[in-house]
């Protein structure tokens, strides 16, 4: 068996992920897989809740849920105070946006991700949408010219881009957005623990994110991130603090146990070497799928993506290889492959070979 070079006693990592002994599994996209001590975590606290009562729920009240927002505003390079923790990025955006109708005009990139876009659809809101370029690409050139023109009070967009993997520069989206005055709204649920993110440093006013895809911290969980700046305003505007009014009623324990095991493990492997090894493995499936006259429609600069691989191929040869037990997605105009750091390059030569029947 292959193990990588970037990430010591990977072999050892691997094993936490049960999941890995019956599949190769690629598509940590749609959802990340759970390591063995995430759901043991869960159930540890199932049996506390279970015995314990309203006694560990006021344990979480009055400290267990500060820890977790702890964890993920330290992950995220951002504020404690500043972080609400939601059941997931739907729901708290879903929260949010009626707090941000005094922003009106919403600039969007077609195609995002559906529930980015829903709660904008709501009245008291204009969306204007850039269109992505048609090799999926995200133009800055064409989002500063329809900033110049239309002149967005908020800019919402995801990271990476779920059909197609794009990521986009959220350090040039930021200076774009404190150039014409709006605010940045940013989903980075497709690159959360894919990519480092230190919020405060790129500048981003409203980041979120749900756990269940990159994180490996199954559903039920996620955050918001507001911008001391945010907060302030919204608190104004509205007579609320918009952190107590996310954080408002009762978080679900286990989901909240799980999200805390998986960021324990993103910050002992690392970030960085999580990405390293990413881009690494990344760039050997993209030889791989040369050399196998298997074209790339997204993905092949490094800058411009997370762990997402557009290849070419259609939702019969997604079948084929379900049923060898290689798991890869259909979305938009190919194969979406999710590569994380419990991949090796031997599930890049285990996906190829079933390819090749």
Known sequence: MHTSPLLTDHAALRAQYPALNALCYLDTSSMGLMAESTVQAADKEHQRLLHEGSTRLFQWMFGGNAEVARAVAANIGGMEQGTALVQSFTVGLGQLAPLLKHRPKVLMIGHDYPTLHAPFALPGFERVVVQPETDGTISLDTVRATMERERPQLVAISEVQWLTGFRTDLSAIAELCREFGAWSLV??????????????????DIVGASGYKWPLAGF???FLHLSEAVRAELKERNGVDPIAMLNAGHRDPVALARLQDALERIATIGPQRITDHVSALCAYAIDAFDAASIPVL????????????????DEAQVKRLEEQRVKVAFRGKGIRVGIHFYNTEADIERLLEVWAR
């Open 187 to 204: 989903d980075i649920t497709q690159s959360w623990c894919a990519v480092p993110l230190n919020v405060q440093s790129a500048g981003i």
């Open 220 to 222: 039920g969980n996620g």
């Open 298 to 313: 997204h993905g092949r600069k490094a800058e411009q993506r997370a762990g997402i691989l557009l290849v070419q191929g």
